[in-house]
């Protein structure tokens, strides 16, 4: 296969470890006390009544002596792509080599499917050799079935016993390592002898707590996005005639899209859990924007960028509400709704179905976005927000606005051109070739994972912290997933899952962007990151997010 001039130059690239890992995987273990779950105690302890309430482990340089027997294990990703999934199984590789030379890495095909299915194959130094620090999961390539039968569960392990199995590491986001967890509980309580460890994936940064403070994919990701969004400003300031919505990735939370706006500084960036916290309307959003709009125009600046993450619809009180109800609905009466041929027929069979708070609020939505929320669902159940295109939703709102405000004959729209252009910025982040902080972060994280499963851990997460310190000063160990657990309805059923993180608004990345956004809505100050760059000083290559930074500062 041919590559790139840099993927080529890149290869040659040795990702930075922990200071516990000078030895390799076999490190010194040191326990904390025991643990237990974020929230909903009793029921996560009464569902996992074997792996809740584990220490806390920390890793420490170990001795140089091989273990005298190999260890296979299986490797899975699960869930979207983000970049450096390639390092945690290079990682993983070498970690498991410094333990005994004769363990053996399987990566199974496709997702979990593929370890169900028994799709596999041997990860081999010469195989890996041609995915070190590239992005992409292509190597076995990713997928988004869930782990979570006794059946699923009984086949894995039949199709771990053929190999030799006895450690399965899952790569994946929130519900993937909440799947990881049950699958634990379900070997420990069958005596089953295969161990199953975590790594936190994630590019829409959700997945991190006092002791995951970050999930990779997040650094590389915004990087690209930011890079675009810089692209896009500097168009915007030289034409000067368009407003450029861009939707960014994070369903559930908005960190992409605050770490966007401190790294590019548009004139609009809306953070989801702010409107959630002061209740804002669509109605109110659109208010606010608009004032924006007429303070620039009467500076004679008809252009602008504004950012908006996808998720953004479930945070506003009223269209949560109609959300929570359309699940429900979607969930009861599928096969009916499934029965009726046309669009118009199911807008109408669901809009007899709403309560009439959410009837009036459906009604008053364009045909198509009415259209677009009761299509295809995500494999919780759930509406697919990512597929609703608000930023539409919003121009054609501000348009209504403007018109209505000239038609009144308001003042305040006198200077103002509205024209307006949209992109969705999503899967250009999520294979780009990791940072350097990915790629080191990335195959510590598969160090630690290999290190798990020396010391004979099950039911935990890989984690790498202090991150914000030069590697030398990274602390590695393991964090039990129980700890990370909570109860949220899925399916119109109570289910165990690893909580999310959303954007806190009393911490220092979001204050940041507070104090700055007045400023930068009615001035011109974007800035532009430009790519990112891995050659160079280490102030350019080698820094953070500034989410992070700011987190830790």
């Not at 590019?203 to 692209?231: H, M, P, Q, R």
Request: proline share 4%; charged share 25%; glycine share 8%.
């Amino acid at each position: 296969m041919e590559i790139s001039v840099l993927q080529k130059v890149r290869a040659s690239y040795e990702p930075k470890l922990p200071p516990a890992f000078a030895n390799g995987a076999l490190v010194t273990v040191a326990k904390s006390d025991p643990t237990e779950s974020i929230s909903d105690q009793e029921s996560i302890q009464k569902l996992f009544p074997v792996n809740y309430g584990k220490p806390i482990l920390e890793f420490s340089v170990g001795s140089q002596k091989k273990a005298a027997k190999p260890i296979n294990v299986g490797v899975i990703l699960s869930g979207g792509q983000a970049p450096g999934g390639h390092n945690v199984i290079a990682g993983i590789f070498d970690g498991l080599k410094s333990i005994n030379e004769k363990c053996k890495l399987y990566g199974f095909i496709g997702g979990p499917s593929g370890l169900v299915e028994n799709k596999y194959i041997e990860i081999t130094a010469e195989l890996l050799s041609s995915y070190r620090n590239t992005g992409g999961f292509d190597i076995i390539g990713s997928g988004r079935t869930k782990l979570e039968t006794a059946e699923q569960f009984e086949k894995s392990a039949k199709n771990c016993k053929k190999l030799g199995i006895s450690a399965l590491i899952v790569i994946g986001g929130d519900d993937s390592n909440t799947n990881a967890c049950l699958l634990a509980e379900h070997y420990c309580m069958k005596r089953t002898p295969i161990q199953v460890i975590g790594c936190p994936k994630t590019i829409d940064g959700d997945l991190k707590n006092l002791f995951i403070e970050t999930s990779f994919g997040f650094d590389t990701a915004c990087k690209v996005y930011s890079e675009l969004i810089g692209n896009i400003s500097r168009d915007a300031d030289s034409a000067r005639k368009y407003w450029h919505f861009i939707r960014l990735m994070g369903r559930s939370a908005s960190h992409i899209t605050l770490e966007c706006a401190l790294q590019t500084r548009p004139n609009i960036a809306i953070i989801s859990e702010e409107v959630a916290k002061k209740k804002q309307t669509l109605a109110d959003i659109v208010d606010d924007m608009v004032k924006v709009i007429c303070k620039r125009a009467k500076k004679g600046r008809n252009f602008g960028v504004v950012l908006i993450p996808e998720g953004l619809i479930e945070f506003i009180p009223e269209i949560k509400k109609l959300i929570n109800e359309l699940n429900e609905i979607m969930t009861k009466d599928e096969s009916a709704l499934n029965f009726l041929k046309t669009d118009e027929d199911k807008t109408s069979f669901i809009k007899g179905k709403l309560s009439n708070e959410s009837a009036s609020v459906y009604v008053s939505m364009p045909l198509q976005i009415q259209i677009q929320l009761i299509k295809d669902r995500d494999p919780h159940g759930n509406v697919q927000v990512s597929m609703i295109e608000t930023e539409k939703l919003l121009i054609q709102m501000i348009e209504s606005r403007m018109s209505l405000m000239k038609s009144q004959g308001k003042s305040e729209v006198k200077d103002v051109r509205f024209k307006a252009q949209t992109h969705f910025l999503g899967y250009e982040g999520r294979c780009a070739a990791p940072s350097n902080f990915d790629a080191d972060y990335c195959y510590s994280l598969g160090a630690t994972a290999a290190a798990l499963v020396g010391c004979g851990s099950t039911g935990y997460m890989a984690a790498v912290r202090n991150l914000t310190k030069p590697s030398d000063q990274w602390l590695s160990g393991g964090i039990p997933i129980t700890m990370m657990m909570n109860m949220e309805r899925r399916h119109g059923k109570e289910k165990p899952v690893i909580q999310k993180s959303l954007v806190d608004l009393h911490d220092k990345p979001f204050e940041t962007f507070a104090e700055n956004r007045d400023e930068w809505a009615v001035e011109t100050e974007y800035l532009y990151p430009g790519p990112i760059q891995y050659f160079g000083p280490s102030e350019v290559c080698d820094q953070t997010t500034k989410t992070l930074a700011l987190e830790r500062s």
